[in-house]
C-alpha cells in the first residue's frame, strides 16, 4: 500500500470519525429534549378530569419540543448536507465543529428553561426566552460561519460545493432563523400565547430568500 492511499484512508477515517461523533450529538440532543417532560402525578383527585388538568398544564413543554425538534433535526440536515462535501479537514474546521455541536447540546436546558417559565399560571418573564433566543443565535452564527469556512476554497476542506451564490444563500438562512425568533421578544411582551408561535414564520421567511435570490441570479445571468 502506497503512501498516498494510507495518507487518504486515515484522512478518510478521521473525516469519518468527526461526522459520526456529531451525529451522536445531535442524536443525544433530540433525546434529552423529551426527557424534561414528565408524565403528570395526581396527590389528590383522580379522574379524566383531572389528568387532563395536569396534562393541559404540560402545553408549554410540548410546544417547546417540538419547536425545538425540528429545530434541531432542520440543523441535523444542514450539518449532514453540508459536511457531505468535505474531502479534508483541519485544526480549525474541528474546533468550529466543536462549537457549533456545543449550542446544539445546550437545547435541551434553554427548551426546558423557556418552557418551564412559559406556563399560563405564572408570571410571565422575558429572561427564560431571551437565553432561549440567544442559544438559537449562537447555533446560527456558527452554522453561518461553518457555511464560510467550508465553502471557501482558499480552505481547501470542501470539493463539489455549488457556486457561489449557493453559498451566500445558506449563509444568509443560517441568520434568518435566529432573527425570526427574536421577533418572539418584543411580541411576548404583549401577548406571550402569541410569541410561542412566532417561529411558525421561518418557512415563510424561507420561501422568500430564496425566492429573491433565485430572481437575483436570473437577472445575473441576462
Known sequence: MTDKLQNELRNEFQLERMVLFSDAVFAIAITLLVIE?????????ISERAVLRELGKLEPKFIGFIFSFFLIGMYWTIHHRLFGFLVDYT???????????FFIVLMPFSTAFYSEFSKPDTIQLITPLAFYVGNIWCIGI???ILWGYIGNPKNNVGEGLPAPHFIQLARTRSLMVPVVFSL???VALFSPGIARFVPMLIPIVMKIIQRRFDNKLKRHKH
Not at 417532560?37 to 383527585?45: D, N, Q, R
Open 37 to 45: 417532560i414528565k408524565v403528570p402525578e395526581l396527590s389528590h383527585e
Open 91 to 101: 485544526r480549525k474546521l474541528l474546533w468550529l465543529n466543536l462549537g457549533f455541536l
Open 142 to 144: 456558527m452554522n453561518f
Open 184 to 186: 418572539t421578544i418584543p
